[in-house]
């Protein structure tokens, strides 16, 4: 298999699987969710991303099981699809999980007892917004796993257990069918709590990139370990918390700061439907912080009151030093927002109106 990464810390890159790497990332899919013949997954993501080709097809050819699949996702149509094809699971990306919640349609809103066949939904390719989690199991009361994949290890590599008494929400969980570990800059590995990249050894891991022995010889460790480009800790129970990309960190006069911290906020806000922080030029610190927020349909959003939220909870030096207020954020194929485009929008806009 052919297929590309989403971009979103650079241009997308070619990745190669082979037959044994696909087998496995659906067998870890399977395995992980406890997948039996009858089960139905609701494939809702784009067959040309890892998770929609992976996890919702792969996973259930492997366990014997049966997949639905619409032509596209509809925010109107996805309960329907649920309760009428009778779906026990189903595998989506935080935008989608957002944007049920948001949904002011007919049929948005299910009664319960109506998706009691449904054993459990699964969030990937993202981080999942600890508020997004919350509100989302309790309007459905559906167990909602939130994992992490990658394209280039064929999916899956973290996830919380079935047991909903077991997640820890603002984490993907633990290490699924390969090794984790949590290393520096060194490649040496560091103790529970400490923050450094998200390193996995596996079988469902890729044959390199396309045409670039280079960058596939950078993506992995002397002792052979494939580097994510994530950041994290991880806690004694094993558990990973992501707290952001490597390419992606906002360094604020000499500072680190994680987008992924100021975006938990800004979804705490009520009437936000999608929200980015991102690090633009600042003269003085490098960089500065701005967000990126869309409200939800028939909502408007007071920055006033925005900024004083974000200022309480993460205090002056951390909060955004502007809100764009915006109809949509730039996504991939998956829904995963692409910060690096906001950045690049923000820069024209500010050149217009300079």
Same mark, same amino acid.
């Given at each position: 298999?052919?297929?590309?990464?989403?971009?979103?810390?650079?241009?997308?890159?070619?990745?190669?699987?082979?037959?044994?790497?696909?087998?496995?990332?659906?067998?870890?899919?399977?395995?992980?969710?406890?997948?039996?013949?009858?089960?139905?997954?609701?494939?809702?993501?784009?067959?040309?991303?890892?998770?929609?080709?992976?996890?919702?097809?792969?996973?259930?050819?492997?366990?014997?099981?049966?997949?639905?699949?619409?032509?596209?996702?509809?925010?109107?149509?996805?309960?329907?699809?649920?309760?009428?094809?009778?779906?026990?699971?189903?595998?989506?990306?935080?935008? $989608?999980?957002?944007?049920?919640?948001?949904?002011? &349609?007919? *049929? +948005?809103?299910? #009664?319960?007892? =109506?998706?009691? !066949?449904?054993?459990?939904?699964?969030?990937?390719?993202?981080?999942?917004?600890?508020?997004?989690?919350?509100?989302?199991?309790?309007?459905?009361?559906?167990?909602?796993?939130?994992?992490?994949?990658?394209?280039?290890?064929?999916?899956?590599?973290?996830?919380?257990?079935?047991?909903?008494?077991?997640?820890?929400?603002?984490?993907?969980?633990?290490?699924?069918?390969?090794?984790?570990? $949590?290393?520096?800059?060194?490649?040496?590995?560091? &103790?529970? *709590? +400490?923050?450094? #990249?998200?390193? =996995?050894?596996? !079988?469902?891991?890729?044959?390199?990139?396309?045409?670039?022995?280079?960058?596939?010889?950078?993506?992995?460790?002397?002792?052979?370990?494939?580097?994510?480009?994530?950041?994290?800790?991880?806690?004694?129970?094993?558990?990973?918390?992501?707290?952001?990309?490597?390419?992606?960190?906002?360094?604020?006069?000499?500072?680190?700061?994680?987008?992924?911290?100021?975006?938990?906020?800004?979804?705490?806000?009520?009437?936000?439907?999608?929200?980015?922080?991102? *690090?633009?030029?600042?003269?003085?610190?490098?960089?500065?912080?701005?967000?990126?927020?869309?409200?939800?349909?028939?909502?408007?959003?007071?920055?006033?009151?925005?900024?004083?939220?974000?200022?309480?909870?993460?205090?002056?030096?951390?909060?955004?030093?502007?809100?764009?207020?915006?109809?949509?954020?730039?996504?991939?194929?998956?829904?995963?927002?692409?910060?690096?485009?906001?950045?690049?929008?923000?820069?024209?806009?500010?050149?217009?109106?300079?």
């Amino acid at each position: 298999l052919l297929i590309y990464t989403s971009g979103t810390t650079g241009r997308p890159k070619g990745v190669i699987h082979s037959h044994a790497s696909l087998l496995a990332g659906g067998a870890n899919t399977a395995a992980a969710h406890h997948l039996t013949p009858e089960d139905r997954a609701l494939c809702v993501l784009p067959l040309c991303h890892i998770n929609g080709q992976v996890v919702t097809v792969m996973g259930p050819l492997l366990s014997g099981s049966s997949v639905v699949m619409p032509s596209r996702f509809r925010v109107s149509m996805f309960w329907d699809w649920v309760s009428v094809h009778r779906c026990t699971w189903f595998s989506a990306v935080p935008t $989608i999980i957002s944007y049920l919640l948001g949904a002011q &349609e007919a *049929g +948005s809103n299910p #009664e319960k007892n =109506i998706l009691a !066949h449904v054993r459990f939904g699964r969030s990937a390719s993202a981080a999942l917004p600890p508020a997004v989690h919350t509100a989302f199991v309790e309007r459905f009361g559906i167990p909602l796993i939130e994992t992490m994949g990658i394209t280039e290890t064929a999916a899956p590599i973290l996830s919380n257990p079935l047991n909903p008494k077991a997640h820890r929400i603002g984490s993907p969980g633990k290490s699924c069918g390969n090794e984790v570990r $949590i290393a520096d800059e060194r490649s040496t590995d560091l &103790e529970s *709590g +400490s923050e450094g #990249e998200i390193q =996995i050894r596996c !079988h469902n891991i890729m044959k390199g990139y396309l045409k670039d022995p280079e960058k596939t010889r950078e993506a992995f460790t002397q002792d052979g370990w494939y580097r994510t480009g994530d950041l994290g800790q991880m806690d004694q129970d094993g558990y990973v918390f992501v707290t952001g990309r490597i390419k992606e960190l906002i360094i604020k006069g000499g500072e680190n700061i994680a987008p992924r911290e100021i975006d938990d906020v800004l979804y705490q806000f009520p009437g936000v439907l999608e929200a980015a922080a991102v *690090g633009v030029f600042d003269s003085r610190y490098g960089e500065e912080v701005a967000a990126c927020v869309v409200a939800s349909p028939g909502n408007l959003i007071d920055v006033d009151a925005l900024r004083a939220h974000c200022e309480k909870n993460l205090g002056r030096f951390k909060t955004p030093s502007v809100f764009h207020l915006m109809e949509t954020l730039p996504k991939g194929p998956s829904g995963k927002i692409q910060r690096l485009k906001l950045v690049d929008e923000i820069q024209k806009q500010n050149a217009g109106n300079g």
